[in-house]
Structure formats: structure tokens, C-alpha cells
């Protein structure tokens, strides 16, 4: 099966990671794959041609942090502290959540994200199963763990539940939809786990060359009360244990130290930015520019939507190119161009899809079309600038993954969203009365 | 014409100014003002009944700083700093601009704005004329005036061209159409204009009981340097010179002194809060918490559209509620509900338009229906939160203005948008090339 998509500005990186726009271009298909590129017409014929003038087309999004069956929390203890938030709210709730409530959490979650832009994301959030099941059913990518914490001192790795569950995990899903789904493996944060726990996860995590996903100095306050414990910041007790001997990305890094800094860039450790939650939760600004000054892998996140409230990753890309800039006051600090690449490019580093994140000939088939013609995108002078400040994720009107349309014009092709509604309904039911 | 809307979920204020939401509410139009407002049928007839099912009915939203022809401009300069953009990019382009350009350009902020629920704004730019007579066509509200600046230091004020066209556009438009459309005076800066031309525009607005429009310490250079020039904060210059004897609002604010604070609060001159502007310029983050424990009147607007880059309040909501929570690290500096108050109660203060800005009867049908049947607004759970928190510009299905539709699903009701689109598109041709 070959698509040519024609007459839309395509954007997308070259081998330097610069943004490059083509007006007018073509984009050509063949099964999951880019089979053509440019701005002239490719030889040789194609089964369907889709006109997609007054259109961008970009690489899909990356959301590489997030709890997606939390949008069942959605609104749940808005305006609290942290502490209040987690354990005053949105703990009680999910003490209530069954497997099926994960089930239909996760498939509305799969169809915001891919009605927005979204076609992989990073999940961390238990009955991961269900989630996993959920994406490869979805067309989507998706890199999922099941975290893992552990509050008794005592308990021995070969005890642990969540370690048992995180490799039945790994072994059933690991590669599973044409690769569509990896799992990833999951310490979720200094604060909840103990250290043989932190050793016997990595070790883990090592044996199979796999990739680790932590919560890493989210707040000053767990950023100061592990320096108090261990007589170290979490970077270094993440690094003592091994936790960064393998590939590993770390969600939220506001409160990071210079010396943290070192560690992260010395293991590889990508950092994933997650704007709104930091700001609504109150937990700070990460200082992004100097992880990039310092050469580190930068993506986005939406986190949870009990703490954003939503898995809109045009709002991430428009908070994350304003707020460095005010609060250092210097409107050159982040650029349209700078987080649209966290968002594509570095969000397949994040996930280790070698052939994702960009459109290039070779590279798999995952990308969306924007609308301009709307009276908030008129007109369309600055391609990035439009996306990043202009744009809304509504106006995404195509989402294609692994070659595959998921969303056209509002219609999603590979979920019910009928029954999802449905289910998602006596869920709230039950949950809230 | 009586219609009745009937099982939405309404948001309101009540006396205090505090939330309230009906579900299941019944609100009753007569012409252009509320009849009826509660979770109880009216008695009487209704011409017509409106199902907003699954719809949250909210007060129209104000826009209460911008510049609404820059929707022309819109991308141009971005990511650099302020002088540069301005005086590098914007002032070139805004050098070509005819009144033709501006109708078009009013008319597609018009779109912009009416289609993602904003019902009036308070516009500063030039040709305000043309702007008028759409606002007047539209079915909008707004407030409008003819910016003075003064470059020469010996211009007198009998002599200034812009204060002759500032008299001649209140002569001819202040109270048209039913008073939808308001005049106000405008002084655009300090560092743009006399004490001369202050003094004289001041007076004019006091000799009408008028409201004066203008730009305050929105930058640390702007405030140093007038500090240095002239002894005082630009607060203490306006105040000295009887530009706060009058109404007032002063846009930005960013770099006010606690001082300056006192100043506003003593001649009740209310802050327009512009969070994206500000962050996107490299600008700073504005004190907003000050101002409302201070008991200043604090509303929203989106600046212009080449500083921002768009005119939708759904971005200024949800920036304004996290912003000052991410600077302070507090997460209860800022709430939905103070947010919405800023959009709605507030700038219908800022606007003197006392039966406006709120739900109740006897008020102006002003008012708007978010839809949440849509992923990302399920499941609908805390209704301010949804609003401020995952809302999108683009979730707004209805909005109505003195009892009229203004626009529904995606129909403007007043505005031809083929005819803008073509306008605009020529504007743009000649100005871009």
C-alpha cells in the first residue's frame, strides 16, 4: 500500500537536528515506512494521493511522561499542595481502581493523546497490562513499565511483588505489536523505594539492555529530605545503586544540582520536561536551558492528568518555549524550533526508536497534520512559531502511526469511542457516586 | 424572543464574587438579557429551547489588553527580544499597514476571538475607526481608543494629530451600537509620550468621566530608565501628571514596586494581566498575587497577536492559574475559580460595563457553552478546573453576546469568513510578498 501525501508544508529535522520546512512538499508512504520526501513529486505510482493543502504536516508527539489511566482522575484535588493532592485526594481513588477501570482510563487516554498529536508515550501506572493491551489494539506506540516501590526496609528483592510484575511484564510485551509497544523498566522515586530494591531493578534492567524510568527531584522538598537521609542528592544515590549504568530518563529534574547535572550527562540520562505539572503542583520551573547548554537529551511530558489536567502536548510545547524565557527574562532562551525538537526527535531518543521522531525517507510513517485554515493559524508566516504558539491540539486532523491513520477529522479509526465513553462512564459512576 | 437553555451545567459568581455552579440549570434569555437563572424551569412561554446537554454555559470571556489588527503580524519576529522585535520586525511591516488592512485584520480577530468564547476586549492600535465598525457589525463588545504617543518634547497638545483623532473617534463612536462598543483615551506609554500630551489626554478623559487605556512598567528597562530620567516610577510619572484622576487600567505591570501597587489601589486603576506576552518577550512574570491581596481589580488579556502568538483567553486562563504557583513554589497561589473571575466579573469592571460580566438576571445574555463531550474533557468532575485546567479555545460550541448568536459549531453567525479570508490573504500577499 502506497499513500502519497501532497501540496501540505512539511516540517521536519535534518541530520543536525534543524528544523527544516518544505511548502508544498510530498510525502510518500509505503506500508509503515517513508518511502518519499521533497518538493517535487516522486516517481512511479501510488494506490491513494490525499491533498493535504492548507495543511502542516510534522512528526507525531512524544509524550514521555505520563500515568495515562489517571485521566480518570481528571480534576481531582486541583489547587491543593502536593502532599494534600497525592494522599489527601488522588490516593483514595486509586485505591478503588480495578484492572477494567485501567482499561477504559486507558483507552480515553489513547484517544486524547491521538486526537492531539500523540502517537508514543512513556507510562508509568499500574496494570500496565491493560495499558499495553489498550495501544497495541490502538495503532499507537507506547514505552510502558510497571513501577516499582518498595516502603519495607526488609523486603528482599526476590520478595518483591512489583519486581515479579515488572518481568512478567517485560516478557510478555517487550516488542509486541510490530514493536509498536516496548516495555521499559521502573523505580519510581528515591522517596519510595529502598536501596537493594533500586540495586536489583537496575541489575534487572542491565540484563536485558533496557531503559529505566524514574520520577527524579520533582520538589525541593524530596530533592532536601534525600540529601538529609543519605547525605546525597537523588542523582547520586540514583547513581551509586547503578540506576544509570543502563539507558534511563528522568521525568521532572527541577530541583537539580550542577553536580546532578554531571551525573545525568555522564550516564546518558535523558531529562523529560514536564512544564504544566511542575507549575500547577507547584514544584518549580525546571532550568531547561542548562540542561541543554550542558548537552543533555531534553523531551516533553504532560505527567498525570490529575496534576495538568489534560495529555495536550501543544500546551507543553507553548509553555515550555515561554516560561525559561520569563523567568530568566530573555525572550531567546527557548525557541519554537528548540521544543518542537523535544517533542519529535528527542522523544525517540527517549524511547530508543532509532527510526522514529523525524520524517525522513527510511523512517517509519508516524505524523500529523495540522489545519491552518482557521482564524487563530491565518496566517501561516512562521511555521514553528505557528505550531508553538498559535496552534491548539484541536486542530490536529490527521494522526498516522506506523503508517496507519488512527484520526481523521475527528474520527478515530481504531478505537470505539462509543463504548469507551460508556465504560468510562460507570467507572465515574462508581468511583464518585 | 424568549429562549430557554436548558439542562446545562452553568458557571456563575455569586455576590461575593464566589463560584457557583448549577447543574442541570435552566437559564432564560429575553432579548438581550437574562430572565431567568436556576436548577427550576421558568414558568411562562419561550419562543425556543436549546439542549445544552453535556455543555458548560460560562459568562463570556474579556480580552481586556490587545491589539487586535497584529493578527496580521502574527508570527512575525518570534523568539526575539523585545526591542529587536519590535523595532526590527513589527514596526516595518505596521509601517505598510492601511486602514483597508486593518478592517480586514479586525475582522479576523473578530473570528479568532468570537470563536474561542471571548465576547468584548479593550483594543489599542490604529485605524480604530474600522476596528469600531466591525466590533459594531460583529455583534461584540469592546472598548477602543486612539493610542497617543508624543515623540517631540515641544509638540503641543493643541497640535497633536493622534489627540485630535482620539476626540473625533469618541465624538463618533463612544455608546454605538447599544453601547456595545465603548471609547476609551489612551496614553500608549511613558516612554512614548510628553508630560505635555499626558497631562492634556488626562484631562480630556476626565472631562467625559472616561477610561484611560495604557502600557505600565512591563519591562525592567522601561521602569530603570524612566526612574533615571525622570526620578520617578512610571506609577509615580502618570500619577503626578492626573492619568490615574480618572478610570484607568494599565496593562503588564510586570516590574511594579510595592509603591507603585499603592499608587493603583489609591485611584482604583485596575492591572490587565497578559501572562504569555509576557513570558514569550522575556518580560518577567507579573506579581499578580500582590495585586489581589493589595484588593486591586486584576483581568486577563492576550496582547497583541505578534507577542503572544494568538487572542485566545483559554491559554491566558491556564497560564494565569499556573504561572505564579511554579515562581512562588506554592500550589494555592493561584485558583481556577480566582482565574475565570480575572475573564469574566473583572473585566467587565475594567470595562465599566456594570450589567456584564456575570450570569444573572437582569444581566446581559453574554455568555458562552463549553462542550465536554470530547476525551480531554472527560470525566467533567470539577468544573472550574475543567475550564481553566483542560479546556481548549477550540471546545467552545456557542458563544452569544446581548442575546445574540454570534457563533455556533463552527458557524459565525454575523462575520462572512469567506470575505475575511480573502481580504486577508490579499493583505497579506502585499505585505509579505
Given at each position: 500500500?502506497?499513500?502519497?501525501?501532497?501540496?501540505?508544508t512539511?516540517?521536519?529535522?535534518?541530520?543536525?537536528?534543524?528544523?527544516?520546512v518544505?511548502r508544498n512538499?510530498?510525502?510518500?508512504?509505503?506500508n509503515?515506512?517513508i518511502?518519499?520526501?521533497?518538493d517535487?513529486?516522486?516517481?512511479g505510482?501510488y494506490d491513494?494521493?490525499?491533498?493535504?493543502?492548507?495543511?502542516?504536516?510534522?512528526?507525531?508527539l512524544?509524550?514521555?511522561?505520563?500515568?495515562?489511566?489517571?485521566?480518570?482522575l481528571?480534576?481531582v484535588?486541583?489547587d491543593?499542595?502536593?502532599?494534600?493532592?497525592?494522599?489527601?485526594?488522588v490516593?483514595p481513588?486509586e485505591?478503588?481502581?480495578t484492572?477494567d477501570?485501567?482499561?477504559?482510563g486507558s483507552?480515553l487516554?489513547?484517544?486524547?493523546?491521538i486526537?492531539?498529536?500523540t502517537?508514543?508515550?512513556?507510562?508509568?501506572y499500574?496494570s500496565?497490562?491493560?495499558?499495553?493491551?489498550a495501544v497495541?489494539?490502538?495503532?499507537m506506540?507506547?514505552?510502558i513499565?510497571?513501577?516499582v516501590?518498595?516502603?519495607?526496609p526488609?523486603e528482599r528483592p526476590?520478595d518483591?511483588?512489583?519486581?515479579?510484575?515488572?518481568?512478567?511484564?517485560?516478557?510478555q510485551?517487550?516488542?509486541?505489536?510490530d514493536?509498536?509497544?516496548l516495555?521499559d523498566?521502573?523505580?519510581?522515586a528515591?522517596?519510595?523505594?529502598?536501596e537493594?530494591?533500586?540495586?536489583?531493578?537496575?541489575?534487572?534492567?542491565?540484563?536485558?539492555n533496557?531503559?529505566?524510568?524514574?520520577?527524579?527531584?520533582?520538589?525541593?522538598?524530596?530533592?532536601?529530605?534525600?540529601?538529609e537521609k543519605?547525605g546525597?542528592?537523588?542523582?547520586?544515590?540514583?547513581e551509586?545503586l547503578?540506576a544509570?549504568?543502563?539507558?534511563a530518563?528522568a521525568a521532572?529534574?527541577?530541583?537539580l544540582?550542577?553536580?546532578?547535572?554531571?551525573?545525568?550527562?555522564?550516564h546518558d540520562?535523558?531529562?523529560i520536561?514536564?512544564?504544566?505539572?511542575?507549575?500547577?503542583?507547584?514544584?518549580?520551573?525546571?532550568?531547561?536551558?542548562k540542561?541543554?547548554?550542558?548537552g543533555l537529551?531534553?523531551?516533553?511530558?504532560?505527567?498525570g492528568a490529575?496534576?495538568?489536567?489534560?495529555?495536550?502536548?501543544?500546551?507543553?510545547l507553548?509553555l515550555?518555549?515561554?516560561?525559561n524565557n520569563g523567568e530568566?527574562r530573555?525572550?531567546t532562551v527557548?525557541?519554537?524550533?528548540?521544543?518542537?525538537k523535544?517533542?519529535t526527535?528527542?522523544?525517540a531518543?527517549?524511547?530508543?526508536?532509532k527510526?522514529?521522531?523525524?520524517?525522513?525517507?527510511?523512517?517509519?510513517?508516524?505524523f500529523?497534520?495540522v489545519?491552518?485554515?482557521?482564524p487563530?493559524?491565518?496566517p501561516?508566516?512562521?511555521v514553528p512559531?505557528?505550531?508553538?504558539?498559535?496552534a491548539q491540539?484541536?486542530?490536529v486532523?490527521l494522526?498516522?502511526c506506523?503508517g496507519?491513520v488512527?484520526?481523521e477529522?475527528?474520527?478515530?479509526?481504531?478505537?470505539?469511542?462509543?463504548k469507551?465513553?460508556?465504560?468510562?462512564?460507570?467507572?465515574v459512576?462508581?468511583?464518585?457516586?
Amino acid at each position: 500500500m502506497k499513500t502519497l501525501y501532497k501540496n501540505g508544508t512539511v516540517l521536519t529535522f535534518n541530520e543536525e537536528g534543524s528544523v527544516v520546512v518544505i511548502r508544498n512538499g510530498y510525502l510518500g508512504v509505503e506500508n509503515d515506512r517513508i518511502c518519499w520526501l521533497g518538493d517535487t513529486p516522486p516517481e512511479g505510482d501510488y494506490d491513494e494521493t490525499k491533498d493535504m493543502a492548507g495543511k502542516i504536516i510534522l512528526p507525531g508527539l512524544y509524550n514521555c511522561h505520563t500515568h495515562s489511566p489517571m485521566v480518570l482522575l481528571r480534576g481531582v484535588g486541583s489547587d491543593l499542595p502536593l502532599d494534600q493532592w497525592l494522599f489527601g485526594e488522588v490516593c483514595p481513588i486509586e485505591d478503588k481502581l480495578t484492572p477494567d477501570d485501567i482499561e477504559a482510563g486507558s483507552y480515553l487516554a489513547l484517544m486524547e493523546m491521538i486526537a492531539g498529536g500523540t502517537v508514543s508515550f512513556s507510562d508509568m501506572y499500574f496494570s500496565p497490562e491493560r495499558t499495553a493491551t489498550a495501544v497495541a489494539n490502538s495503532g499507537m506506540r507506547a514505552n510502558i513499565n510497571r513501577p516499582v516501590q518498595s516502603f519495607d526496609p526488609n523486603e528482599r528483592p526476590e520478595d518483591s511483588v512489583r519486581i515479579k510484575e515488572a518481568q512478567a511484564l517485560y516478557e510478555q510485551f517487550n516488542g509486541c505489536a510490530d514493536g509498536r509497544v516496548l516495555i521499559d523498566w521502573c523505580i519510581h522515586a528515591e522517596y519510595t523505594c529502598t536501596e537493594q530494591i533500586v540495586r536489583a531493578v537496575s541489575d534487572l534492567c542491565r540484563q536485558v539492555n533496557g531503559n529505566l524510568h524514574i520520577h527524579l527531584s520533582e520538589t525541593e522538598k524530596e530533592h532536601l529530605q534525600c540529601k538529609e537521609k543519605y547525605g546525597k542528592t537523588p542523582a547520586e544515590w540514583f547513581e551509586v545503586l547503578g540506576a544509570f549504568d543502563c539507558g534511563a530518563f528522568a521525568a521532572h529534574c527541577v530541583t537539580l544540582e550542577d553536580g546532578d547535572i554531571e551525573i545525568l550527562k555522564r550516564h546518558d540520562v535523558s531529562v523529560i520536561h514536564n512544564p504544566t505539572s511542575n507549575l500547577k503542583l507547584g514544584s518549580g520551573i525546571a532550568p531547561v536551558q542548562k540542561f541543554i547548554d550542558r548537552g543533555l537529551n531534553v523531551a516533553l511530558g504532560t505527567d498525570g492528568a490529575a496534576s495538568n489536567n489534560n495529555l495536550n502536548l501543544f500546551e507543553e510545547l507553548h509553555l515550555a518555549a515561554l516560561i525559561n524565557n520569563g523567568e530568566l527574562r530573555d525572550a531567546t532562551v527557548m525557541t519554537a524550533d528548540s521544543v518542537l525538537k523535544m517533542a519529535t526527535v528527542n522523544g525517540a531518543v527517549v524511547q530508543r526508536r532509532k527510526d522514529c521522531g523525524k520524517l525522513a525517507v527510511g523512517y517509519k510513517a508516524d505524523f500529523i497534520a495540522v489545519d491552518t485554515d482557521r482564524p487563530h493559524m491565518t496566517p501561516c508566516l512562521d511555521v514553528p512559531s505557528l505550531l508553538v504558539y498559535s496552534a491548539q491540539a484541536s486542530d490536529v486532523a490527521l494522526t498516522v502511526c506506523d503508517g496507519k491513520v488512527l484520526y481523521e477529522n475527528g474520527e478515530y479509526k481504531t478505537i470505539d469511542s462509543e463504548k469507551t465513553y460508556y465504560n468510562v462512564r460507570k467507572t465515574v459512576e462508581r468511583l464518585y457516586g
